[in-house]
């Protein structure tokens, strides 16, 4: 079993920058893939980054490539999404999910945080 918690979002204007956190609990984090998705306002969840379990490969959506980065401290049990050059379209509830494959399809995580909202403003 894997919880996941995700903290760090809020309201920024355009062009700023956030960082998410996600701590999850257990002894087995370091044997998940992690993602992060998100669900803006009556879209559906959608891919945003994933990283694997030793944390030396990632992959991104191609809306966020070069502008997030996303990066994990097995040691604190923590995935990050370094969210840099936000834009009024990367408003959404973010969630970070835990899984034993790495991937970019939600079907293959099975485990999910409650999720942290971010307001991007123009």
């Known amino acids: 079993q894997v919880q996941l918690v995700e903290s760090g979002g809020g309201l920024v204007q355009a062009g700023g920058s956030l960082r998410l956190s996600c701590a999850a609990s257990?002894?087995?984090?370091?044997?998940?893939?992690m993602a992060w998705f998100r669900q803006a306002p009556e879209k559906e969840r959608e891919f945003v980054a994933t990283?694997?379990?030793?944390?030396?490969?990632?992959h991104y959506a191609d809306s966020v490539e070069v502008r997030f980065t996303i990066s994990r401290d097995n040691a604190k049990n923590t995935v990050y999404l370094q969210m840099n050059s936000l834009k009024p379209e990367d408003t959404a509830v973010y969630y970070c999910a835990a899984g034993p494959r790495w991937s970019s399809s939600q079907n293959d995580y099975g485990y999910w945080g409650q999720g942290t909202q971010v307001t991007v403003s123009s």
């Open positions: 257990g002894r087995t984090f370091g044997s998940y893939a």
């Open positions: 990283i694997n379990e030793s944390g030396d490969s990632t």
